[in-house]
């Protein structure tokens, strides 16, 4: 199960607004769910979730979304319960009235047999990183996105999360060598503040060309659209590497 909520926050507090709230809203979470989760969390390799704050004209938009059924219920059954009606950043001193909340959800069948089962897809998608985003190669970090870095980045999440199908293997990260490639980018550097260390990272958007054959075009819009709820490249419980898929359908011209 893939699930997503996002909270609508507001505050009078005087703090600036931003997504680099997304790792400060990390703690809140923990301090929201049960404690034998928040250490079954801190001890685990792999984190079934994502989270990012975006701020919105009114205040912030918070969206946190769960890998699987465990999570949804633990992390999300904690957010949406009607008796919590403000969150507190202790760091700041801050806090944010829930205006609205929203959930939606989906399974891993839904997402393979929308993009299997349904129209071809087209060779065109633009992906917009909506907060700041970085991979790791060779113990570095990279900040200048690849089709090879996005892509086998969400496969492995993938992997990790979906018990229904797997998709890793090295014909699969050949084919993607030899058949995906960025060709425009709208990018920026920046840098991302957590725990007291500055993460080098980028934002802003590429269009990716993808050819092969349908199935392999379906297996990366598939991806593509799982990362708007994994996150692409690291530190996604913290909220970084947020994305948002676009199709361009066969049209190059944008």
């Known amino acids: 199960m893939i699930a997503r909520i996002q909270l ?55 969206t946190v979304n769960t890998l699987d059924f465990n999570s949804r219920s ?11 009606t403000e969150l507190t950043l202790r760091q700041k001193e801050a806090t944010f009235h829930i205006s609205g909340r929203n959930i939606e959800e989906t399974t891993y069948d839904d997402l393979l047999n929308r993009y299997y089962m349904g129209e071809p897809c ?3 998608v633009s992906i917009d990183f909506l907060t700041p985003t970085s991979f790791k190669s060779n113990g570095k970090y990279v900040i200048f996105p690849t089709a090879q870095l996005i892509l086998k980045s969400l496969a492995k999440k993938y992997d990790n999360s979906s018990t229904c199908s797997k998709v890793c293997d090295e014909l699969l990260f050949d084919y993607i060598n030899e058949n995906t490639e960025i060709i425009e980018y709208s990018l920026r550097s920046t840098k991302f503040s957590m725990e007291g260390i500055t993460i080098p990272s980028f934002i802003g958007s590429v269009k990716l060309k993808c050819t092969g054959n349908r199935e ?11 990362g708007e709820y994994s996150g692409a490249g690291i530190k996604n419980s913290m909220g970084m590497g947020a994305i948002k898929v676009r199709d361009q359908g066969g049209n190059n011209n944008g």
């Open 8 to 62: 609508d926050l507001t505050t009078k507090s005087d703090i600036k607004l931003g997504n680099y709230l997304g790792s400060l809203f990390q703690g809140v979470l923990m301090e929201l769910i049960s404690p034998e989760y928040a250490n079954e969390l801190h001890i685990s390799s792999l984190h079934p979730y994502s989270q990012y704050v975006r701020k919105t004209e009114k205040g912030i938009t918070w």
């Open 122 to 124: 087209p060779p065109y």
């Open 74 to 84: 633990q992390i999300i059954g904690a957010l949406s319960n009607i008796n919590l």
């Open 216 to 226: 392999f075009r379906s297996l990366v819009n598939m991806l593509l659209k799982f």
